[in-house]
Every structure is written in structure tokens, then in C-alpha cells.
């Protein structure tokens, strides 16, 4: 009689068909997850998860079926084929633009019985408004931040779309899970005695086997390798920094040993051994949230030097654990953290183009970066109070 109940309950409340990451190893996951979580008590959701075609085995109230593909025929087959059995009266996506735009033309059929919503990045300014003008469509846009905002409103103008055509557009910030994330040890306004024992702690579990680490003074780029993190900006900035200053004093990179670019960028630079990996760190163990929170708390200073920035989830997860943020003076972050963290300056010449779809708003200034370190490094009140701002 329960289960009877249950399906019917369920075939009252509005379907909603999502299509994003489902894996909590990822940013866009565990945004995902933290959402269509809560959405599940008023909607009966299925998800279809591009992360890859592994099951998720976290306990869910909502059902989640692996993505036959991302960008080919079985991934829009798929998207079809589930709009037709599942009935959906919203489609909700969550991912960069080209996600849309993959599936733009199957979904032509369906526009006047489906609505859609994009929640997605806008990471900088786009070479062509054509590029983005096809964001019209949807039904609903929403953006990260009033800055991505900005530009999808310019490139609808510079596309010559009537204001009528656009659709409705919002700003909605990421929310971070402040019981995935947090300080180990409750964190107070006087909090640097806190601080020091949740590095201390975080440490012990990582490092158990190597004392030299727990009183060391450890800097984190937790971004993924992918070439507009450029994490080797932050390799280059850190070698010059501990070049000129002695200290026991390590980059942390959350990166597996397969980032061997990196690696040897840093044996090159002669500081391999000042490099820890999360490769080396945690063996063979899962990068749950939990490890994650205990690489976020074991590390004195987060560092991001992307070229560009849609949100940069990683600075606000590593920011809840209480550890000052430096960030690029760019995009989503300028925004963001203006008064929160520091802003690295730009190069005055135009960055390299690595790819056509990888957009290059600004890239910093190694010497910037090693500035920034050597200040906070020297200075304690700055670094408690940039700690006690990323926090709050």
C-alpha cells in the first residue's frame, strides 16, 4: 500500500528530465547533486549523467541513468528517447554553453511543449556574438554571476536580437555544502589557534609518515588539469617564491601522477621535490568529499591562476575550511572575491590561444603571484585577517 502510495504521489508531482554530471568528484557534480537533492522533494527527476557511464552509487531520491555519450548520435538519441517515455515538463541543464548547443536541434521539436532552463558559466567575453546568441532559445537562462550576466546581455544586443526574444535571465550563485566542507575544528573570529590545529590535523591523516610536513607552510592549486587552469603559472610563481626565500615550504597540486606535464615542469624549474600530488598523497584511495575537506584543511593558502573563471568553486570550498585565497584579477573572480581575497594583476600582453572553444580573458603575472606569496608568507596579520575574509 506504501509503494502504491509512492507511485502515485509521484505521478502527481511535475517530472523534470536533468542532463549534467551526476559524479561528486567533479564541481558541476556535486553543484548538481546538491540541487536536484532538494528539487526531489517537489519533483520526480530523472537524470541522465555525462560524467561518464558509471552507475552512482550514492543513496538518491531521484534516479540517474548513465549517459550513452556526450557529443555524438547515442547521446542525442538518448536525450529523444527519454524525452518521449519520461514526459518531462522541464528540462533543466547544467553545463558549459556547448551543451545546449549540441542538442539545439533535436530539442527543435519539442519547444512548444518543453520548457528549458540552463544554469551554466559564462567565463569572458565571446569572439563573435554568434557564438552565444543561440542561449535565446532556452527559456530560461541562468547565469553564476551579474558579470557573465553583462556579457550574454552585450552579445544578445550585438547579435541584433530584439529584447523581446531573449529569455528570462537570473543570476544564481553556487552554494557550497558547509557540512562537506568546513574548518575540522570550529572556527572563531580569534580563530588562527584553530586554524593551525586543523592544519596540524589535516596533515597527520595525509602525511602520517612524514613529520617534516605538519609544521610546513603548504600552498594548494586544487583546480583539475586542463589548459585554461593554468596550473603551470602557479608551478612557475611558486619555484621563483621559494627560490628566494627559505622556509619549509611546499605546492600542493590535486592532480594525479598521469599530470606528468606538471611534474616535470616543477623537476625542470628544480623544485620536484617541494611538489606533493594528491597522486602520492592518498595512494589508491577514492577523493571522496571528505578527503577532499582534509586536502582543503591541510593547506595554509588556495592559489588559482586560470585565464578565465566562470565561478571557481574550488577557492569557495578550500575558503570554508578558513585559508586566505588568491585569485586572478579577471572574469568571475574580480567579482567575487574584490574584497574577499587578492587579486593577482594581468599581463599586459595578450595571452596564447590554446584552443578555438578555451576563451583567454587575462592571464597573470607569474612575478605578480610571487609577490603576493612572499607578502602573505611574511606578514601573519595580513594572512589571518585574509583567512578570517575568505571564511566569512
Given amino acids: 500500500k506504501k509503494m502504491e502510495e509512492e507511485r502515485k504521489e509521484m505521478a502527481l508531482k511535475p517530472r523534470i528530465l536533468v542532463l549534467g554530471h551526476a559524479d561528486p568528484a567533479t564541481g558541476y557534480g556535486r553543484v548538481l547533486s546538491s540541487i536536484c537533492r532538494r528539487l526531489a522533494q517537489k519533483y520526480t527527476i530523472l537524470q541522465i549523467n555525462i560524467s561518464s557511464n558509471k552507475a552512482v552509487h550514492d543513496p538518491l531520491n531521484y534516479t540517474i541513468e548513465p549517459a550513452q555519450g556526450v557529443l555524438n548520435e547515442p547521446a542525442s538519441q538518448q536525450l529523444v528517447a527519454r524525452i518521449e517515455q519520461f514526459q518531462p515538463q522541464l528540462l533543466f541543464l547544467c553545463h558549459d554553453p556547448w551543451l545546449y548547443q549540441f542538442h539545439r536541434q533535436a530539442l527543435a521539436a519539442y519547444r512548444d511543449r518543453l520548457k528549458i532552463i540552463f544554469y551554466c558559466p559564462v567565463e569572458g567575453p565571446y569572439r563573435s556574438p554568434a557564438q552565444i546568441a543561440y542561449l535565446a532559445e532556452v527559456d530560461v537562462l541562468v547565469l553564476y554571476t551579474s558579470y557573465g550576466r553583462r556579457l550574454i546581455e552585450d552579445a544578445f544586443e550585438q547579435a541584433a536580437l530584439p529584447p523581446t526574444s531573449w529569455p528570462r535571465i537570473a543570476v544564481l550563485p553556487h552554494g557550497i555544502d558547509t557540512q562537506h566542507f568546513f574548518p575540522l575544528h570550529p572556527f572563531t573570529a580569534a580563530g588562527e589557534e584553530e586554524r593551525q590545529r586543523n592544519l596540524l590535523r589535516a596533515r597527520q591523516i595525509l602525511f602520517p609518515h612524514r613529520p617534516e610536513l605538519h609544521s610546513a607552510f603548504m600552498l594548494l592549486n586544487a583546480n583539475y588539469y586542463r589548459q585554461r587552469k593554468r596550473i603551470d603559472l602557479t608551478v612557475q610563481a611558486f619555484a621563483d617564491f621559494i627560490h628566494a626565500t627559505p622556509g619549509n615550504i611546499w605546492l600542493y597540486l590535486h592532480v594525479g601522477e598521469q599530470e606528468q606535464k606538471l611534474l616535470e615542469l616543477a623537476a625542470r624549474l628544480g623544485i620536484r621535490d617541494r611538489v606533493l600530488s ?115
Fill in 278 to 392: 594528491t597522486g602520492t598523497a592518498v595512494a589508491e584511495r577514492p577523493i571522496t568529499d571528505s578527503l577532499l575537506n582534509t586536502i582543503y584543511n591541510a593547506c595554509d593558502i588556495g592559489i588559482n591562476t586560470a585565464t578565465s573563471e566562470g565561478w571557481g568553486l574550488v577557492a569557495f570550498e578550500h575558503a570554508a575550511t578558513g585559508a586566505a585565497q588568491i585569485v586572478p584579477a579577471h572574469s568571475a573572480c574580480q567579482e567575487l572575491w574584490h574584497d574577499h581575497g587578492l587579486l593577482i594583476p594581468l599581463q599586459t600582453r595578450q595571452p596564447p590561444d590554446f584552443q578555438p572553444a578555451e576563451l583567454q580573458v587575462g592571464e597573470i603575472h607569474p612575478a605578480e603571484l610571487t609577490s603576493l606569496l612572499s607578502l602573505l608568507y611574511q606578514n601573519h596579520a595580513m594572512r589571518q585577517h585574509y583567512s578570517q575574509q575568505a571564511h566569512t
